[in-house]
Nanobody, 127 residues
Framework: VQLQASGGGLVQAGGSLRLSCAAS????????IGWFRQAPGKEREFVAA????????YFGDSVKGRFTISRDNAKNTGFLQMNSLKPEDTAVYYC?????????????????????WGQGTLVTVSS
């Protein structure tokens, strides 16, 4: 499956952005979707993930209560809604897809389980 992330841009602190992850070349509903971000000089950080059906969602501690994740399997697209953005949210955001089955939601926090990655979209939050 190929992934294309989009929707990044420049926003003021307190603002909102919605990122999209468009998939092609595979059965979208067969993959869990994860979002990660990487700021300059920092390691890649887990942001959020959503199960194949959309019934389960997972969030990193730094974004809980501010970000939501969703998907539209009919449109082969995943979404990351980011509200109350902070300057520390500035990073390149990547979407990723994983076809594995896990008994623990914490597995989705691990970049290593994702076999497919999009190219990233830059989010810049000004203070």
């Amino acid at each position: 499956v190929q992934l294309q992330a989009s929707g990044g841009g420049l926003v003021q602190a307190g603002g909102s952005l919605r990122l999209s992850c468009a998939a092609s070349g595979g059965t979208f509903s067969s993959y869990a979707i994860g979002w990660f971000r990487q700021a300059p000089g920092k390691e890649r950080e887990f942001v959020a993930a959503i199960s194949r059906s959309g019934g389960s969602t997972y969030f990193g501690d730094s974004v809980k209560g501010r970000f939501t994740i969703s998907r539209d399997n009919a449109k082969n697209t995943g979404f990351l809604q980011m509200n109350s953005l902070k300057p520390e949210d500035t990073a390149v955001y990547y979407c990723a897809a994983d076809s594995g089955i896990y008994y623990s939601g914490s597995m989705y926090h691990r970049p290593s389980i994702y076999g497919y990655w999009g190219q990233g979209t830059l989010v810049t939050v000004s203070s």
